[in-house]
């Protein structure tokens, strides 16, 4: 087996460390219907959607405030192909490919295809201790026949 080099290692642990952080982000959306989704985000994030942006850290966790308020409804986000990249000392981006579950109600729903299956593009800041996505975007690959939540929230003023 080869020897690892420092930037192996480094990229070992970018991986680990985005792909984890994902995955934590994730069961918030999940469990918590993104009531600390702002937590993961810098103030000036960037969130693209298929239908709609949102802009700045506020108008993220707005979105998700939303979603809250229209009801129960159950959600699986499921990622693989997880690939991060260093893009400067405190920058790095990343893909995988998201799987998402979703319909209105609450457990136990009838199981179905996922409703989406999309590229996802994200690229993250390093503050302090803590790797925090400056910008989201999915590129819808497969789409089924339940909708998605992504209003434009300027819309529903």
């Not at 918590?32 to 700045?56: K, L, M, P, V, W």
Request: glycine share 6%; hydrophobic share 35%.
């Amino acid at each position: 087996m080869p020897v690892m080099t420092a930037l192996d290692d480094a990229l070992l642990t970018l991986n680990l460390e985005l792909s984890t952080q994902l995955s934590n982000y994730w069961h918030e959306i999940d469990f918590n219907g993104g009531r600390d989704a702002s937590s993961y985000y810098t103030e000036d994030a960037e969130f693209h959607g298929q239908y709609a942006s949102y802009i700045g850290v506020a108008k993220i966790q707005q979105f998700y405030d939303w979603r809250v308020a229209q009801g129960p409804r159950l959600s699986v986000h499921s990622f693989t192909n997880h690939r991060a990249w260093f893009t400067g000392t405190d920058t790095a981006e990343a893909t995988n490919f998201l799987m998402l579950y979703a319909k209105n109600g609450v457990k136990i729903l009838p199981s179905h295809a996922p409703i989406t299956i999309s590229l996802a593009t994200d690229k993250y800041r390093r503050v302090g201790d803590r790797w925090l996505c400056t910008w989201r975007q999915f590129e819808h690959l497969f789409e089924g026949d339940t909708p998605v939540t992504n209003p434009n929230l300027d819309e529903n003023k």
